[in-house]
Antibody, heavy 118, light 107 residues
């Protein structure tokens, strides 16, 4: 069964850092692009970042450029999101999502909550 | 950035009736448009890609149409489990963008 399991969320203060992980099982991880999508409480979906199957190409939404870094370890079937200089507006559930092709997401993790508050 | 606008924000429909959800792009995305369904407390589920191709396992009552800047998701006969939130997403250009969502509620 194809599964994605996020971890690493929590409560941090503004300006602090956090690293999210997404463990993938049930498919050949390195063959697929992966993305992070977030959802603030009671709000809609917001795309955050994408990475190619090899990890050689990455994309970010403007609001996180220079603060977040997406990466992957294909030997561990794990996707990461390193988040620094966190802001209150980064508070959200962060989902990792598998790209079936183009940038269409066929599998989503259950999400991990990140709360940025003083 | 391509802005995706969904309307209406809330759609009130009776069970068994047809629901028509709209998604408009601020510039052409060709047919690079997906629809997702999100139930309360659950993760999004892919319904439609390439504007009109149903994903594996999606019932035939869900259909998508449109191209360019105007798209429609139609649910032909609403079942109880369909009264949830729907999002459109363009994947024509970076950054990827989602619409704000349409909540389908029971009338």
């Amino acid at each position: 069964e194809v599964q994605l399991l996020e971890s690493g969320g929590g409560l941090v203060q503004p300006g602090e850092s956090l690293r999210l992980s997404c463990a993938a099982t049930g498919f050949t991880f390195s063959n697929y692009g992966m993305d992070w999508v977030r959802q603030a409480p009671g709000k809609g979906l917001e795309w955050v970042s994408a990475i190619s199957g090899t990890g050689g190409t990455t994309y970010y939404t403007d609001s996180v450029k220079g603060r977040f870094t997406i990466s992957r370890d294909n030997s561990k079937n794990t996707l990461y999101l390193q988040m620094s200089s966190l802001r209150v507006e980064d508070t959200a559930v962060y989902y990792c999502a598998k790209v079936v092709w183009r940038q269409i997401f066929d599998i989503w993790g259950q999400g991990t909550m990140v709360t940025v508050s003083s | 950035e391509i802005v995706m606008t969904q309307s209406p924000a809330t759609l009130s429909v009776s069970p068994g009736e047809r629901a028509t959800l709209s998604c408009r792009a601020s510039q052409s995305v060709k047919n690079n448009l997906a629809w997702y369904q999100q139930k309360p407390g659950q993760t999004p589920r892919l319904l439609i890609s390439d504007a009109s191709t149903r994903a594996t396992g999606i019932p035939a009552r869900f259909s998508g149409s449109g191209s360019g800047t105007e798209f429609t998701l139609t649910i032909s006969s609403l079942q109880s489990e369909d009264f949830v939130v729907y999002y459109c997403q363009q994947y024509d250009s970076w950054p990827l963008t989602f619409g704000g969502g349409t909540k389908v509620e029971i009338k």
